[in-house]
């Protein structure tokens, strides 16, 4: 049995940063990649950014140097640092560990860019 945890969305400014972080709980969750999907009302979900357990990352197109994740093994916690956030970035934001191609996924959090 898998549980994430999510946390740190919320509203934020044009321009603005946010943190998100999420934490995997459960047997055998260390090994598994990370990351988070968004999306925004209207559209496909897209792939935010993906961390594995050495560290390697990836990121979506339209992160374009504004997003940055970091991952705490020990504790299969992962945290998303987005700067620069506009309004496209409004969206849900979901966590999710990943096991090859098995997806297990957090509930979402919400993300809005908005004066």
């Known amino acids: 049995q898998v549980h994430i945890t999510e946390s740190g969305g919320g509203l934020v400014q044009p321009g603005g940063s946010l943190t998100l972080s999420c934490k995997l709980s459960?047997?055998?969750?260390?090994?598994?990649?990370m990351g988070w999907f968004r999306r925004a009302p209207g559209s496909q979900q897209e792939s935010v950014a993906e961390i594995r357990v050495g560290g390697q990352a990836t990121y979506g197109n339209f992160v374009k140097g504004r997003f940055a994740v970091f991952r705490d093994n020990a504790e299969a916690t992962i945290r998303l640092q987005m700067n620069f956030l506009q309004s496209e970035d409004t969206a849900v934001y979901s966590c999710y560990g990943r096991r090859g191609q098995e997806y297990f996924w957090g509930q979402g959090t919400q993300v809005t860019v908005s004066s």
């Open positions: 459960g047997d055998m969750v260390h090994g598994y990649a």
